[in-house]
């Protein structure tokens, strides 16, 4: 039977639901002032289109290596410590960005500062998966996903205002107040965040519908590499292949959206940034209504959903390719649809999946090694688009090609697991 839950249990709970889900939304605040001010940047500095995507590649290929960094540093310290350093380190690299004015000492801190933010998904993943029973994982997961939704776009809403503000040093506001933002919040996830219910004195929550749960015991050890079967790295595989093709155009569109928005359209910074954010607000429901349909309907069988969710994102980035010549009214809306159908598979594979293969021991690891190869995707899509793109005629028919096409992979990956799922039970 599953571990009664007691009061107690569900006060820490709601503490360490708030403490993490608030942590990730900090993340992003020292995460988006690089790409919010890009444009600002590049016209003070005399940084070009390219030397402006090597700087943020350097942020991109440490997250990469970072996760894999995380993975280990995550069983050695715990969610707790390793999280805890990651927002510390990120706070003070951030700070130090809105000083230099040399573009390789700019490349060296947004490096440190993505090692730094390596630390979030996964230590928070591996702490959720450690309080919340499977059963419940696709709904819960599904709300605490939202994080990076929110994050994202409140981050965003802040970076257009400060861009807004009539200062002729506005754009390294951005830096101070992402910054001041995260630091408030570390002393929040001090305070109410705990890695396990027996941390607080509390009984493990144990879910006997994830046997891969019992390898949180000392004796038997876990069979496999890294406590997971040959299936469970099959997953893993397919979960991270899925990851690099999503969050090339994840990435992709964060990253470049307001550069583009701004010169294509010809809107100032504050606007492009604002109008950006679009991807980010149709996300949210994006993320709660994938993860709720998993457990409603799928049986907490995530890869069904998310084929499906990836197919639609594939059809409205075919129409996004079609129709961005039709001005801001059409670019817009279809974005915002184009958020809606990646932001939900994006959080429920990466979320409530990793934690369905790694069960309480490994979720941690598995949320990193997904997240790891994931971010390889936006290290590519960051090299690549600086330099696909020709300021000159200003089109951007190849760099739609790319999203499509990232888009459709992401989706085939999908459909493998679903075709696990149906001939062995094997997938998630």
């Given at each position: 039977m599953a571990t009664p839950l007691?009061?107690?249990?569900?006060?820490?709970?709601?503490?360490?639901?708030?403490?993490?889900?608030?942590?990730?939304?900090?993340?992003?605040?020292?995460?988006?002032?690089?790409?919010?001010?890009?444009?600002?940047?590049?016209?003070?500095?005399?940084?070009?289109?390219?030397?402006?995507?090597?700087?943020?590649?350097?942020?991109?290929i440490a997250y990469s290596l970072g996760q894999f960094l995380a993975s280990w540093m995550g069983t050695k310290l715990g969610p707790r410590k390793n999280v805890l350093l990651g927002m510390g380190?990120?706070?003070?690299?951030?700070?130090?960005?809105?000083?230099?004015?040399?573009?390789?000492?700019?490349?060296?801190?947004?490096?440190?500062?993505?090692?730094?933010?390596?630390?979030?998904?996964?230590?928070?993943?591996g702490t959720m998966a450690g309080w919340f029973y499977k059963s419940e994982r696709g709904r819960v997961m599904g709300a605490w996903s939202t994080n990076f939704n929110i994050g994202s776009l409140v981050s965003g809403w802040t970076m257009a205002w400060v861009l807004?503000?009539?200062?002729?040093l506005q754009w390294r506001w951005c830096f101070y107040t992402g910054a001041a933002v995260l630091s408030v919040i570390w002393v929040v996830f001090y305070m109410f965040q705990r890695n396990r219910p027996e941390d607080v004195g509390l009984l493990p929550v144990d879910d006997p519908?994830?046997?891969?749960?019992?390898?949180?015991?000392?004796?038997?050890?876990?069979?496999?590499?890294?406590?997971?079967?040959?299936?469970?790295?099959?997953?893993?595989?397919?979960?991270?292949?899925f990851y690099f093709f999503v969050k090339f155009v994840r990435y992709a569109i964060w990253s470049w959206a307001p550069y583009f928005i701004h010169n294509y359209y010809e809107v100032g910074e504050g606007r492009s940034n604002l109008y950006a954010t679009a991807f980010d607000i149709l996300g949210l429901p994006g993320v709660y209504l994938t993860g709720w349909l998993s457990d409603r309907y799928f049986a907490s069988r995530r890869a069904e959903v998310a084929t499906a969710?990836?197919?639609?994102?594939?059809?409205?980035?075919?129409?996004?390719?079609?129709?961005?010549?039709?001005?801001?009214?059409?670019?817009?809306?279809?974005?915002?649809?184009?958020?809606?159908?990646?932001?939900?598979?994006?959080?429920?594979?990466?979320?409530?999946?990793?934690?369905?293969?790694?069960?309480?021991?490994?979720?941690?690891?598995?949320?990193?090694?997904?997240?790891?190869?994931?971010?390889?995707?936006?290290?590519?899509?960051e090299l690549v688009i600086s330099r696909v793109y020709d300021p000159k005629t200003g089109s951007l028919e190849i760099i739609f090609g790319l999203l499509l096409g990232s888009a459709a992979i992401a989706a085939v990956f999908c459909a493998i697991l679903?075709?696990?799922?149906?001939?062995?039970?094997?997938?998630?």
């Open positions: 007691t009061a107690e249990h569900r006060s820490w709970r709601t503490k360490v639901f708030v403490a993490t889900w608030l942590s990730y939304v900090g993340f992003y605040f020292c995460r988006k002032p690089f790409s919010a001010a890009k444009g600002a940047i590049g016209a003070e500095m005399g940084w070009n289109t390219e030397t402006l995507g090597n700087i943020w590649a350097a942020y991109l380190v990120s706070i003070v690299a951030t700070v130090a960005m809105g000083f230099t004015r040399d573009w390789r000492v700019m490349a060296v801190l947004v490096g440190v500062n993505g090692l730094a933010q390596a630390t979030g998904w996964s230590g928070n993943v807004g503000a009539a200062s002729p519908a994830t046997p891969i749960d019992e390898a949180m015991l000392p004796d038997p050890p876990p069979e496999g590499f890294m406590g997971l079967s040959r299936s469970a790295w099959t997953n893993l595989m397919l979960v991270a292949g969710m990836m197919l639609a994102s594939t059809l409205c980035m075919g129409l996004l390719m079609i129709f961005f010549d039709a001005g801001l009214g059409a670019f817009i809306p279809l974005l915002a649809f184009v958020g809606f159908t990646v932001y939900g598979p994006d959080a429920l594979l990466t979320g409530a999946g990793a934690m369905d293969i790694g069960g309480r021991r490994s979720a941690t690891f598995a949320a990193a090694v997904i997240s790891g190869f994931g971010s390889m995707g936006s290290i590519v899509q679903v075709v696990r799922n149906r001939r062995g039970g094997k997938g998630i």
